[in-house]
């Protein structure tokens, strides 16, 4: 066994270079781009990114923000994603330890930072994310932990059921991407879904009633607000104390 301020620091170190990959994720795959070539370029005069200046989080700070070679400024977006990569990647290490049943707690926060981000800049949620995440969540938990997988498959339908009701009901709201996505969080996250998902609607409903206080009702209701990053938050929420507020729902339920 590691020390544990070992394996933390290896989780930091892993999460800074996945976040730095997903960075590319997020500006190559909506675009149809490939994510291995070309190389990372400078987006204001298309540079190519020197080894040494893209050293996840590292460069930005010592690059100051700016291309080294047009000194255009470089977006605050990328080092961010790194940051909570890491800081995510390092949570769960300090939560649950590292055994074989991290690894998908570990996809599950990369896949939400990286959902995040498209569906912030893009207002979608990319299959090419959600698909591989449910295969893996199916896999490892039938691997690892064989008898939650049948909770997990329930949630997932549920959740995904639950949100599919809401887009129909209310199309300009939701997009299929945000069914899919509380579908596949169901299996990762089993009965903790459900937290996840009322925290998601809350913090959706907050944002949508600020928009409307400062854009006024009528411009406030067309303006478009991506739910993914609500549901990232809840997925979050809901792998970290999930469980925990389940059983506290319950125990005072009986209580």
């Not at 960075?23 to 291995?36: F, Q």
């Not at 070309?38 to 893209?54: G, M, R, T």
């Not at 700070?61 to 790194?82: D, F, K, N, Q, V």
């Amino acid at each position: 066994m590691f020390p544990v301020a070992f394996t933390i620091s290896i989780a930091v170190l892993g999460g800074l270079c996945l976040g730095s990959f997903l960075n590319v994720v997020a500006h190559r795959l909506p675009a149809g781009v490939s994510l291995v070539a070309p190389q990372s370029a400078c987006p204001c005069c298309a540079a190519q990114i020197k080894p040494y200046d893209n050293i996840p989080l590292v460069s930005w700070l010592a690059l100051r923000g700016r291309c080294r070679s047009c000194h255009g400024s470089i977006s605050l977006r990328y080092p961010l994603t790194e940051a909570m990569t890491a800081g995510l990647f390092a949570a769960v290490i300090v939560a649950d330890g590292a055994h074989r049943t991290t690894w998908l707690a570990l996809m599950f926060v990369a896949a939400l930072v990286a959902i995040t981000r498209i569906d912030l800049e893009h207002r979608i949620i990319p299959n090419r994310i959600l698909a591989p995440l449910a295969v893996a969540a199916i896999v490892l938990t039938a691997l690892f932990q064989p008898h939650q997988l049948p909770e997990r498959l329930i949630a997932g339908v549920a959740a995904g059921g639950l949100l599919l009701i809401a887009a129909l009901a209310y199309p300009g709201g939701m997009g299929m991407g945000d069914v899919k996505l509380a579908a596949v969080m169901g299996v990762v996250l089993g009965r903790a879904v459900a937290p996840a998902l009322l925290l998601a609607l809350l913090a959706g409903t907050v944002a949508g009633i600020a928009v409307m206080a400062k854009r006024g009702i009528r411009q406030g209701r067309r303006t478009s607000i991506p739910f993914g990053p609500f549901l990232a938050l809840g997925g979050v929420v809901g792998l970290f104390a999930g469980d925990q507020l389940v059983h506290a729902y319950l125990h005072a339920v009986v209580s």
